[in-house]
């Protein structure tokens, strides 16, 4: 059974920083490019970055770029997303995900597996 758990949100002021994890259980997530999404109640969920296994690159919007970055450990099969300089409008539900392809994209239909979410809150 395919598992994809998010963990790392929370609570942060303006300018703070917090770094989420995704958990991977029943997959490598070596074997899979991995995105990193976010949502608003009332809005589409959008990608905000991703990292290939296919060419092993990583890729951002423009609004989260110089301030996130994008990670893998394979010895834990875990992936990182690493916040910093964190703003009120980067308040969403993140969500990891798993694109069989490799190949990754910021469009949701590639990605075949997807974790529950984690909230992550900007406020002073």
């Known amino acids: 059974q395919v598992q994809l758990v998010e963990s790392g949100g929370g609570l942060v002021q303006p300018g703070g920083s917090l770094r989420l994890s995704c958990a991977a259980s029943g997959l490598t997530l070596d074997d899979y490019a991995i995105g990193w999404f976010r949502q608003v109640p009332g809005k589409e969920r959008e990608g905000v970055s991703y990292i290939s296994s296919t060419y092993g690159g990583t890729h951002y919007i423009d609004s989260v770029k110089g301030r996130f970055t994008i990670s893998r450990d394979n010895a834990k099969n875990t992936v990182y997303l690493q916040m910093n300089s964190l703003k009120p409008e980067d308040t969403a539900v993140y969500y990891c995900?798993?694109?069989?392809?490799?190949?990754?994209?910021?469009?949701?239909?590639?990605?075949?597996?997807w974790g529950q979410g984690t909230q992550v809150t900007v406020s002073a």
């Open positions: 995900a798993a694109d069989p392809s490799g190949i990754g994209t910021t469009i949701a239909t590639p990605y075949e597996y």
